[in-house]
């Protein structure tokens, strides 16, 4: 289930490219992200893996904007690697700490090794390694925050049918003054990454202006990419707002557990 939902998902926004040409936007990391936590590290691990290379195959391969070598070797593994991480240390914590804490370090790592190999297999400048990882990890990262949460809350009614071996989760927590801390640090972390990547670009551009990024088996012009930094921004408050809106939800999950406990 996974694999076929992340398949299909990323399939649907596969036309959407970084700033560079190579690589495109992956809001559909929510659906492994969720599993992770849902069902575990590994089947969602393993879901992801598959999921983005049947997508890969399907989608961009076809159109010519990738080939099966980046999809087996910098996509599927950047996957598993990624949502095993996030699972992983989701399931050491089972918190809000846990779950961004993984979803931080599972994101970076995961989104690490496609750019690095995405880099190594085409021949590209070394440095667009930071950038590529800037941009994913960026644009990622609120649509976990914002929706995953959501979807744990409203899909619980289908929890015997979705979890595995663990309890159904319940992402909360009532402990404000932690909430804010850790919300606060990780946007800043955003909005660092978003200033890097507006300096490198910027660079980039200033070095090269009109330049034509060689792939092989496309070409894509630098000064003519959409610009997305403003995701960054988005990201970074979209952590502010879960922040400030988890610990009412802590109090309506208390007040639900309390009232079902006395009838």
Known sequence: MCAALYAIFDALTSTLRTPWGVGEFRPGIVIPVFFAIVAGPLPAAIGAGVGSFIADMVSLVPSG??????????GAPANFLGILLVGWIYQKFRSWKGFIGGTTVGLFFGNLWAAAFVVYLLGLSSSLILGLLLFWFGTMFPFVVILVPAM????????????????YPIIIEPNRKLLWAWSITIAVLVLAAMGALLVFQ???VKSSPGAIVNLGFAQFSISGALSWELLFGVSAIAVLLVGAFVPRTAIKENASQQKVSTT
């Open 65 to 74: 904007a990738s080939t099966p070598a980046l999809a087996a070797i910098a």
């Open 152 to 167: 744990l809350r409203y899909l619980r009614p289908y929890a015997s049918k979705l979890s595995s071996r663990y309890e």
């Open 202 to 204: 910027a660079g980039l």
